[in-house]
């Protein structure tokens, strides 16, 4: 029996968890596995409830739990509380509570979708299949002081971007272990010539490629990263980097997949449990709509089934799943290029699951 905490969240948190639950549901009866799915609130549906964006009672269900699958937290109607009550601080209490510490963010093209790319076929080259490997708990987004300051003549706002040798270390080792299960190529992207935290960072991972020799290492300037991307995407199989520079090259690397919405990822530490999500907000321009494309959220119960219960082929099953929806022409509303029949958000999770149990 696998124990899931299910926090759907907000905005169309919910609608692709929904959709996410027939999908586990399918592959329970198909694999025989057992599933214990538990419900729990994180961000603004815990604020309305609590008035805290994250309980220590949801806290501890996370942590009794063998995975934590998430939907998406945030949104206009929280937008005025202040820093520390605001939504997205239950994912960043999580991450940082459960130690985890590196999100593994998979860029994949399905062949079908290759016109919904935005990045012409030459550029693109004959497949499109990277990782990237993300600090998650360090940098910028943690690092102290930070605030904003007002003196009378002067308002000045500060964070701290910083790293420990420790922090590096784990999730370079990570991005190794990762790179050597697929083609043996690791691009750690820094920013060296400017940043002290670069300078370490690039210092450790160089230290521990001494233990990988099968892998082939190279370092990359994150401004150089950004616009290889674009231009040859085709060139990267991991890429290993820092907290921010990862939240945004990741952002920008959805977006050669057709749609932000098919992306997944899993945030990994040295323990269960493990927190899968997609890699979207909670979208709140299309919420209700049934415009959301679930199979973001969809390939991350995939990741899922592989990373932390260890059941490869129900895995498969669901990834072969989603690109047999994709190549008979089922397309939500956010890829139309290609699309023989554009559905809904739950017809797209129906298709899905029927694919499951006949494949
Ligand atoms: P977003 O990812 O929610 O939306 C960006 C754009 O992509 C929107 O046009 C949206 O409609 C579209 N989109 C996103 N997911 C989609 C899907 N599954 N199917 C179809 N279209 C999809 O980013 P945003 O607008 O910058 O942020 C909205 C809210 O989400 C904010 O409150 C933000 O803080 C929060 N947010 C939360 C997380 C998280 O929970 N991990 C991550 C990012 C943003």
């Known amino acids: ?55 220590e009672e949801t806290l501890a269900l996370c942590k009794e739990c063998d995975a934590i699958l ?10 005025h509380l202040p820093k520390e009550l605001r939504p997205e601080q239950a994912i960043l209490l999580l991450r940082k509570s459960l130690g985890l510490y590196a999100n593994l963010r998979p860029i994949l ?12 076929q030459e550029f693109i080259g004959d497949k499109l299949d990277f990782l990237i490997v993300r600090e998650l708990t360090g940098g910028l987004y943690f690092g102290k002081p930070k605030g904003i300051e007002k003196t009378q003549d002067k308002i000045r706002a500060f964070d701290t971007m910083e790293y420990t040798y420790e922090e590096i270390e784990r999730v370079t080792h990570l991005a190794f272990e990762t790179a050597r299960n697929r083609r043996g190529c690791l691009t750690s992207v820094d920013k060296a010539n400017v940043l002290e935290t670069s300078r370490l960072w690039r210092s450790v991972v160089c230290e521990i490629a001494t ?22 995407p085709g060139q990267f199989d991991v890429i290993l ?5 990862g939240d945004i090259l990741s952002d920008e690397a959805s977006v050669l997949t057709g749609s932000i919405g098919m992306l997944p990822s899993a945030s990994l530490g040295d ?51 989603v690109e047999k929806a994709l190549n008979e022409g089922y397309r939500t509303y956010d890829i139309q290029v290609g699309a023989k029949k554009v559905v809904s958000t739950s017809q797209m999770g129906d298709i899905i699951e029927k694919y499951i149990k006949n494949l």
């Open 70 to 79: 998430f939907g998406a937290v945030g949104g206009p109607k929280w937008d």
């Open 1 to 55: 029996m696998h124990k899931i905490a299910l926090i759907p969240g907000d905005g169309i948190g919910p609608e692709i968890i929904n959709e996410t639950v027939k999908i586990l549901k399918a592959v329970e009866k198909k694999f025989k596995i057992q599933l214990q799915l538990i419900d729990g609130f994180a961000g603004g549906a815990s604020i309305d409830t609590y008035g805290v964006p994250l309980t």
């Open 109 to 120: 093209l399905f062949d079908t979708l290759n016109d919904a790319s935005p990045i012409k």
């Open 271 to 321: 323990e269960k449990p493990y927190l899968y999500e997609p890699i979207h907000g909670s979208a709140p321009d299309i919420v209700g709509t049934g415009k959301a494309n679930p199979i973001g959220t969809i390939l991350s119960a995939a990741m899922m089934l592989e990373y932390s219960f260890r059941e490869k082929e129900a895995s498969t099953v669901v990834k072969k799943a």
């Open 241 to 245: 980097t820092e907290n921010t520079f």
């Open 211 to 232: 233990d990988y020799p099968d892998v082939k290492l190279n370092h990359m300037y994150v401004d150089n990263c950004s616009m290889q991307l674009i231009l040859n």
